[in-house]
């Protein structure tokens, strides 16, 4: 196999029995080719609209809407082919080719930019790997760029093959935003609410269903879900009844509310900790010798920092 291949292979985390068999010093080579992106970051006051021939970084991890904690294997830059459209009133999603620094295995047809000044080194736009995203996990925007479609008869050789293969499959970090969303929305209106936690190892996610039903539907759940305590027993639920994560895992314990289309969310006992959204802004609280409380809080990815964790804490409310 193409040594490129071979490397990029080695990369998908679902491959994890496939060696590399070229050198050490070919291997750290084509790592830092590949993995140590020295673009520079554009330095702006004021982040800009996320919009059509746009390049960015892509997050190296994220929770996706089915709660599970998705990793990349190496940092992954994309170029936006589509501006941003709205799935709901709260997500939207764009179509985007990653970018590849693999010139070698460019066909005659594909996309070059042997510019290095836009990102810090040429690369290939893999416009035959065109996937959707949710916007969420775009990261940092890093320039601009106008790619033209080349019509030619295109000459693909086994190695180019095998490499196109590799990155589609890779490229399943990205699709899995999507696939993720679609899937939850499918099963959404069965729920009044949902609450994604990640902690370390832990993955999980609890389920509130609809309230004031006497006799709640429950459905069939996957394995790292669980319902409401409240909605097992089958009472009617109200908006006094809460999601709560209260396992030896965590050193306190954490409660969900929905109240009047907003959350609420309590920290039992009162500790030193901090809680920032995806904008990194600090959330207000109020608190009493026993809890802390954060009210009025909107759909959306939260981070929950203290002295007490050995690693932040990332919920979902949904």
Not at 53 to 59: A, G, P, T, Y
Request: proline share 4%; net charge negative.
């Amino acid at each position: 196999m193409n040594v490129i291949n071979e490397f990029l292979n080695s990369q998908n985390s679902q491959n994890t029995s496939i060696g590399v068999t070229c050198s050490e010093q070919k291997l750290s080579s084509l790592n830092n080719l590949y993995s140590d992106y020295k673009f520079k970051i554009q330095k702006l006051r004021i982040l800009p609209k996320i919009k059509q021939d746009q390049i960015w970084s892509v997050k190296n991890e994220y929770l996706d809407y089915e709660g599970n904690f998705q990793v990349s294997a190496h940092s992954i830059l994309v170029l936006i082919n589509t501006d941003p459209e709205p799935l709901d009133s709260d997500n939207e999603f764009v179509r985007v080719c990653p970018i590849s620094p693999f010139l070698e295995m460019a066909t005659n047809s594909d996309q070059i930019c042997d510019d290095p000044s836009i990102i810090g080194f040429p690369f290939l736009v893999e416009t035959w790997n065109e996937q959707p995203i949710l916007v969420d996990i775009l990261d940092k925007y890093v320039g601009d760029y106008y790619s033209d479609l080349i019509d030619r008869n295109e000459i693909v050789s086994q190695d180019q093959r095998e490499f196109r293969e590799i990155e589609i499959s890779n490229a399943r970090y990205l699709n899995q935003s999507i696939i993720a969303y679609t899937n939850e929305k499918e099963r959404s209106n069965v729920f009044s609410f949902s609450v994604d936690l990640q902690y370390g190892n832990v993955s999980r996610t609890k389920h509130m269903p609809l309230m004031n039903s006497r006799e709640p539907r429950l459905i069939p759940l996957r394995d790292n879900e669980e319902y409401a305590a409240v909605a097992r027993t089958g009472q009617n639920i109200t908006e006094n009844d809460c999601i709560d994560f209260n396992c030896s895992e965590l050193p306190f314990q954490l409660e969900v509310r929905k109240k009047n289309g907003l959350f609420v969310l309590t920290i039992i006992p009162k500790i030193e900790i901090q809680i920032v959204d995806t904008h990194d802004q600090e959330l207000q609280s109020t608190s009493n010798s026993e809890r802390i409380v954060y009210d009025g809080l909107h759909v959306g990815i939260y981070n929950i920092k203290s002295p007490l964790l050995n690693k932040e804490i990332i919920i979902r409310l949904k």
